[in-house]
């Protein structure tokens, strides 16, 4: 049975070009406004949603921030597409759980290459949990998705828990930005964008007094410090 992708906004032609593509390997259902997206949670019980941050009832974000207030929504993978890609609309929406955020026009081939990426990590990567890990003072168990700091539990959406998972599993050696995009992000590692240093900061943010341990290394990537 193929993934269920809910499509949600764009304009006519490019939502139409969107899902034509998308048929080509998944089953998408449509939708224009953001309030019948929500009804379509229960009904439709999407695998991946794909949201345009301008619709004609609600932003995309405020869209996707919705989704994560219904127990459905909570673990759902969204990609969200922006007529301007903004660093604070970017930290915004890797907040809210963003599995991938693109900048329009997208081109409907390489949006299928980045549906089967997130797809790949949230569901096919889910039978292949590495073991629990503990390193200077952080604690995570990726079959439970659970992420200690100094016993004390923290809340990691799941591409920020993937992040810190190979930075801890590589802990003591630089991992380059390119290297981390296409592993985590299933992203060319030529790709132009800040998506890599937005989580980083993110997940030293949740980490608290721990987060020092990942470090910058100018002009490569990070490393975290055991």
Do not use: N
Not at 40 to 64: F, N, R, V, W
Not at 76 to 100: F, M, N, Q, W
Not at 149 to 178: D, Y
């Amino acid at each position: 049975m193929p993934y269920r992708i809910l499509l949600v906004g764009g304009e006519p032609p490019e939502q139409a070009a969107m899902a034509a593509s998308l048929r080509t390997e998944f089953d998408v259902d449509p939708c224009k406004l953001a309030r019948h997206a929500l009804e379509k949670l229960e009904k439709y019980k999407p695998d991946i949603a794909i949201l345009d941050s301008q619709l004609d009832d609600m932003d995309g974000l405020t869209l996707l921030q919705a989704i994560r207030q219904i127990e459905t929504g909570r673990e759902l993978p969204a990609i969200v597409l922006a007529a301007r890609k903004t660093e604070d609309s970017v930290v915004r929406a890797y907040d809210l759980g963003a599995d991938d955020y693109l900048a329009k026009p997208v081109d409907p081939r390489e949006l299928v290459v980045r549906v089967r990426a997130v797809l790949r990590r949230r569901f096919e990567r889910a039978e292949h949990w590495g073991a629990p890990l503990a390193v200077a003072g952080v604690e995570i168990d990726p079959s439970q998705r659970l992420c200690l700091a100094k016993g004390k539990a923290v809340v990691l959406q799941p591409r920020e828990f993937e992040l810190l998972e190979i930075l801890m599993r590589k802990a003591g050696r630089v991992l380059t930005r390119s290297y981390l995009l296409e592993t985590v992000w299933g992203m060319s590692p030529t790709a132009e964008t800040r998506a890599v240093d937005v989580m980083v900061s993110r997940v030293r943010m949740r980490l608290g007094r721990l987060g020092g341990r990942i470090q910058t290394v100018s002009k490569l990537g990070y490393v975290f410090r055991p």
